[in-house]
């Protein structure tokens, strides 16, 4: 357990050091922590309690740190604007799911390394076909555009057909129901809603992702 902090501390001052995206909030753990065991009787369990708490919060920093590069400045200012705020988020656990987004869509596009598993054979998986969308969306486009549109589609399928038979059955159930056109194309609706869930899986490391 030292050696992987040693090391995800390494790779955090690394991006730091090299200016990448916005700065690592510096949150108020203690803060947090205090008053997630200020009810608590007993003073003496309340220091053992937020000692706990503030050694989570440490690991879990450790753990989103490496991968704060990959979140979005607007995602940055949505996570200042709307939650840094109060002391009830001044925790990391606030910060997860905005670093596990992030790392989940630069897994799909082939942006980080992230063990991909064999392309899933699933029936329902491989019967998605956004080519309906394309045609509609362009229906009296230059051809090339409208190839571009086919062809993208086919690359985010095979770029997510790695990781869909590992997604939680209720994630995938989920999100197939946005498959549709829209702003964006299926695939890309389709794999932002399942980012999470890769991000979370290189986060718990129970898939091996590189930043």
Avoid at 75 to 80: D, E, G, I, K, V
Avoid at 138 to 162: M, T, W, Y
Wanted: aromatic content about 10%; hydrophobic content about 40%.
């Amino acid at each position: 357990m030292r050696i992987f902090l040693t090391v995800a501390i390494l790779l955090a001052s690394q991006f730091a050091e090299a200016g990448q995206g916005p700065p690592f909030p510096p949150l108020d753990t203690q803060g947090y922590c205090k008053a997630l065991v200020s009810k608590m009787l007993v003073k003496a369990e309340q220091q053992v309690e937020k000692g706990k708490c503030l050694a989570d919060e440490t690991m879990l920093r450790a753990s989103l740190e490496p991968f704060w590069y990959l979140v979005t400045p607007d995602a940055n200012q949505r996570l200042m604007r709307d939650y840094m705020k109060e002391v009830r988020f001044q925790t990391y656990l606030t910060v997860a799911p905005f670093v596990a987004s992030a790392l989940g869509r630069a897994c799909i596009e082939g942006r980080v390394s992230c063990s991909p598993s064999e392309p899933t054979t699933e029936p329902l998986f491989s019967a998605l076909k956004s080519d309906p969308y394309c045609h509609a969306r362009f229906p009296d486009a230059k051809a090339n555009v409208l190839r571009n549109c086919l062809d993208g589609e086919i690359k985010r399928k095979a770029s997510l057909a790695g990781y869909w038979a590992t997604l939680r059955p209720e994630i995938r159930s989920y999100c197939l129901q946005f498959f549709r056109g829209g702003e964006f194309t299926p695939f890309q609706v389709l794999s932002g809603c399942v980012a999470r869930d890769i991000g979370d899986q290189c986060l718990k490391r129970a898939r091996q992702c590189r930043p």
